[in-house]
């Protein structure tokens, strides 16, 4: 592109707690003008009409109607992750501007940690590690015990990309997967992770030792776990939540674990996050969080940066968009 204007991509800032990483942003800049949120509202006539792309990096910078008008040269936004809850594609629709998520690029380790929590809270590594270090602890109890993983029942609830991963790894454990899901999987691909069926989700959970949560959050799967689905699932049963914290309900889940109504629950998403520091899932044995870090290794990262720049450079020249989110 020597000789060319670089095209203009808004980005929030660089470095700190949310920014795009400085590395990132180098390779970048190799491709693009950035121009941070700040640069953009000390000079947003001039800057505003030069923006062609935003490049939203974990739901930064937050996109609505005041901003979409001061731009009349959007044509795309670039988004990180799977989920797209944090858009509002009918209004960016409304002003010709295309939308790109990162889907299968976080597919694998978003499972690979679907199964690290899984494991984590079946067998209390938590409890365990505190048990270990404690200063207190004089000895190691017999009667210590944690729950088996292989040969048991996985319900898995959504089984697009990252659900469909997650049964593969369970296979591998030989364990018996159930799933749930809004269309069925070809016999081919059921038969290949040793997958059934169930049409109604209460099912599945009637007979899970464990619970996955691997769907979208939308209006449908908003609270779509909740006090009735709660008690439907064993006591002895354990919910792991990869999704979006909002696809529980999270005040009835505090209710379960307390009153023994289903086993653990092991977290990689909350609402908010982080949790107010006082609020009661932080105080429960039999509750494992993570902070919202499914796709959070350095290779996933640089594929998604490297996937998002491809994906804008697609939407400037009008080519096909890889991963375009459609309505």
């Keep these: 592109m020597e000789g060319q204007e670089l095209p203009c991509v808004l980005i929030d800032c660089i470095g700190g707690k949310h920014g795009v990483y400085e590395d990132h942003a180098e390779f970048l800049k190799e491709r693009f003008c950035l121009i941070t949120m700040k640069e953009y509202l000390e000079n947003k006539n001039f800057l505003g009409k030069k923006i062609r792309a935003i490049y939203m990096w974990y739901h930064k910078p937050v996109i609505n109607e005041e901003l979409l008008q001061s731009l009349p040269n959007l044509k ?3 988004s990180s992750g799977v989920g797209i809850d ?3 594609l009918n209004l960016l629709s409304s002003y010709g501007v295309k939308v790109s998520n990162t889907p299968f690029i976080v597919s694998t380790d978003t499972a690979d940690l679907g199964m690290a929590l899984m494991l984590a809270s079946s067998r209390r590594l938590v409890e365990g590690h505190q048990m270990a270090i ?6 190691f109890p017999a009667n210590w015990l944690g729950a088996e993983v292989s040969g048991a029942t996985l319900g898995i609830i959504g089984m697009g990309t990252i659900g469909y991963k997650v049964a593969e790894r369970a296979k591998a454990f030989e364990m018996k997967i159930l799933y749930h899901n ?12 040793g997958a059934t069926y169930c049409k109604k989700m209460d099912d599945l959970l009637q007979q899970a030792d464990f619970v996955m949560l691997a769907v979208n959050l939308t209006p449908q799967t908003h609270k779509l776990i909740g006090k009735r689905e709660l008690q439907l699932m064993k006591p ?14 999270q005040d009835a889940l505090v209710e379960a674990l307390q009153n023994k109504v289903i086993k653990a629950a092991a977290l990689d998403v909350t609402y908010p996050e982080p949790l107010p520091r006082d609020h009661p899932l932080l105080k429960l044995k039999n509750v494992v969080i993570t902070p919202h870090i499914g796709s959070a290794t350095v290779k996933t990262r640089h594929l998604m940066k490297e996937n998002m720049t491809e994906s804008i450079q697609a939407g400037l020249a009008g080519l096909p968009i890889p991963n375009e989110v459609l309505l």
């Design 76 to 78: 795309i936004v670039a």
């Design 86 to 88: 944090h858009l509002d």
């Design 134 to 139: 404690s200063p207190d602890t004089e000895y």
């Design 182 to 193: 809004r269309k069925q999987r070809n016999k081919e691909e059921e038969c290949a992770v």
């Design 236 to 249: 002895t049963a354990i919910l792991i939540n990869i999704s979006r914290g909002l696809v529980v309900d």
